[in-house]
């Protein structure tokens, strides 16, 4: 079984940085791709970001620019370094990934529990 834990989260001043983690436990063979998603009250789940195994990135145009995902494959940990965060991007954030499981034979996507943030203007 694996777990994906978000932290980092709370409340922040727009334009102060803020750096989200997801550190995955479990039984891990590898880690393939990982995102960051997001759900502000009354929408839909949105990516912000992903990341591959190699280190590839993709961003959401909200979030270009602004923020960086970046991962630690020695720690099983992703990261998003929010900077100049603004109002709008108030949301709980959700990492999201493929693992592998059972020296690789089984490959499953998870999902964390979500990690709250709120920027105040």
């Given at each position: 079984q694996?777990?994906?834990v978000e932290s980092g989260g709370g409340l922040a001043q727009?334009?102060?940085s803020l750096r989200l983690s997801c550190a995955a436990y479990g039984d891990i063979f590898k880690i393939e791709n990982v995102g960051w998603y997001?759900?502000?009250p009354g929408k839909q789940r949105e990516l912000v970001a992903t990341i591959t195994s190699d280190g590839t990135?993709?961003?959401?145009?909200?979030?270009?620019?602004?923020?960086?995902?970046?991962?630690?494959?020695a720690k099983n940990t992703v990261y998003l370094q929010m900077n100049s965060p603004?109002?709008?991007?108030?949301?709980?954030?959700?990492?999201n990934a493929d693992v592998?499981?059972?020296?690789?034979?089984?490959?499953?996507?998870?999902?964390?529990?979500?990690?709250?943030?709120?920027?105040?203007?």
């Open positions: 694996v777990r994906l727009a334009g102060r997001r759900q502000a990135t993709n961003y959401a145009d909200s979030a270009k620019g602004r923020f960086t995902i970046s991962r630690d494959n603004k109002p709008e991007d108030t949301a709980v954030y959700y990492c592998a499981s059972q020296g690789g034979r089984r490959w499953a996507e998870y999902w964390g529990q979500g990690t709250q943030v709120t920027v105040s203007s």
